[in-house]
């Protein structure tokens, strides 16, 4: 099994910073790709921002220059620094790792339960 637990969440005025966590643990031998993705109610899940293990980060356009995906390998845990908030970033955002369970297995990808983002304007 493995288990990713989401931290940080709330609510901000617009303009305020928030930092979501997202720690991976349970049967796990190597991390791959983390990322964020998030969903407004009555739209589709879409993607935030993703790092590698390596750590080189892609972001979704409407992000870029306000947040920042950060990862700690010994930790298996992945981070998403929100700064400059808007009434339009409110959704429930998700992580994501891609993970290898046993050195012979397969990739998988795995979620996290969603922690709810609320900006007021």
């Known amino acids: 099994q493995v288990q990713l637990v989401e931290s940080g969440g709330g609510l901000v005025q617009a303009g305020g910073s928030l930092r979501l966590s997202c720690a991976a643990s349970?049967?796990?031998?190597?991390?791959?790709?983390m990322g964020w993705y998030r969903q407004a109610p009555g739209k589709q899940r879409e993607l935030v921002a993703t790092?590698?293990?390596?750590?080189?980060?892609n972001y979704a356009d409407s992000v870029k220059g306000r947040f920042t995906i950060s990862r700690d390998n010994t930790k298996n845990t992945v981070y998403l620094q929100m700064n400059d908030l808007k009434p339009g970033d409110t959704a429930v955002y998700y992580c994501?790792?891609?993970?290898?369970?046993?050195?012979?297995?397969?990739?998988?990808?795995?979620w996290g339960q969603g922690t709810q983002v609320t900006v007021s304007s």
């Open positions: 994501n790792a891609n993970v290898k369970r046993t050195p012979w297995g397969v990739r998988g990808d795995y």
């Open positions: 790092i590698t293990s390596g750590g080189s980060t």
């Open positions: 349970g049967s796990i031998f190597s991390t791959g790709d």
